[in-house]
Nanobody
């Protein structure tokens, strides 16, 4: 399995970004997908996840109402739309693929990880 994340960059507070993660290697719709992030000096934290069907989503309280996860199973891609970005959203964002079709907030549930894409939000 390969996961290729893209879309990060440097933006000002209040701006929007959309991250993409293209997956290959196994049937995409059979697996839940997730986004996690790790800020400098901090532990990795859950951001959002989505089930294989796209019907079930989980979003961290810290980004609820600002970030939206979605997927296009025809394109083998999961997205993270990030609006109203804040400096505290600055981190490396990782996409991950889960063990099965479920959505999960726990990193241990995810078997494969992408390389990460850096998001920097300036104040």
């Amino acid at each position: 399995v390969q996961l290729q994340a893209s879309g990060g960059g440097l933006v000002q507070a209040g701006a929007s970004l959309r991250l993409s993660c293209a997956a290959s290697g196994r049937t995409f719709s059979n697996y839940g997908m997730g986004w996690f992030r790790q800020a400098p000096g901090k532990e990795r934290e859950f951001v959002a996840s989505i089930s294989g069907s796209g019907l079930i989503k989980d979003v961290a309280d810290s980004v609820k109402g600002r970030f939206t996860i979605s997927r296009d199973n025809a394109k083998n891609t999961v997205y993270l739309q990030m609006n109203s970005l804040k400096p505290e959203d600055t981190a490396v964002y990782y996409c991950a693929q889960s063990r099965d079709r479920s959505s999960s907030t726990s990193a241990v549930y995810f078997s494969f990880w992408g390389q990460g894409t850096l998001v920097t939000v300036s104040s």
